[in-house]
């Protein structure tokens, strides 16, 4: 293992569990809407927007579910926001979660990064999906989530606290996350960054880093 690095930092979805970008997908096929529509109501104002803003717990679900469908229907498409929330709950990935706990046996310490929604959780699925999560989430010595802290991914401000919170410096960190514009600011800090594309690639990747053997 690479003196280095102390500690590995792990996004949620799309990194743990199935992107929500997959079931997305699935909707919009569903709806008949173009592919890719519910991505492109989310790039628009990224940071201001009813997702940002109730990743940020800025609003409640009430109120995206109508701002998110005024966005949606500027678009030429009304999409209740209540549709989506729950596509957001992907199926846990059983060999990220292994890699999680094989960090952590080797005294790693293991991180979650989130922008998630607050209340609203992985039940609104199933019973199980819901108990699925919450034992990945229980792994975790260290859990930031943007509902709580008021801040959200890519802003740098949630990786600091991570690192803060985790007692060590940005360099010594691995970071896993599905989206290149939440790595940026990661690597920007001396992290080092993995984008998960492919699960399997991802964790070679990291077990190079690590020094670890993760299957």
């Not at 679900?61 to 949606?72: I, L, Q, V, W």
């Not at 890699?99 to 998630?116: E, M, R, S, Y």
């Not at 989206?179 to 077990?207: D, F, Q, S």
């Amino acid at each position: 293992m690479s003196r280095t690095i102390r500690a590995v930092l792990w996004d949620f979805g799309g990194v743990l569990s199935a992107s929500p970008f997959e079931a997305f997908a699935r909707y919009e096929l569903s709806r008949g809407l173009p592919s890719g529509f519910l991505r492109r109501v989310n790039s628009i104002n990224p940071d201001g927007n009813a997702w940002a803003r109730l990743e940020r717990a800025e609003i409640g679900t009430a109120d995206f579910d109508t701002a998110f469908e005024a966005e949606s229907r500027a678009l030429g498409h009304a999409v209740p926001g209540r549709h989506i929330l729950p596509l957001l709950f992907g199926e846990i990935r059983p060999a990220m979660v292994a890699a999680l706990q094989a960090c952590k046996d080797a005294g790693l310490k293991v991180g979650c990064i989130t922008n998630n929604v607050g209340t609203f959780g992985p039940e609104t699925v199933s019973p199980q999906r819901a108990s699925e999560w919450r034992d990945a989430v229980a792994l975790f010595h260290v859990v930031v989530e943007s509902s709580q802290v008021g801040v959200r991914k890519p802003e740098p401000a949630i990786y600091r606290m991570a690192s803060e919170r985790l007692g060590i410096a940005p360099q010594e960190a691995v970071y896993l996350d599905d989206l290149g514009i939440n790595l940026k600011p990661a690597r920007a800090m001396g992290m080092h960054t993995i984008k998960v594309t492919e699960p399997a690639a991802a964790l070679r990747e990291l077990a190079a880093v690590t020094g670890l053997t993760l299957h």
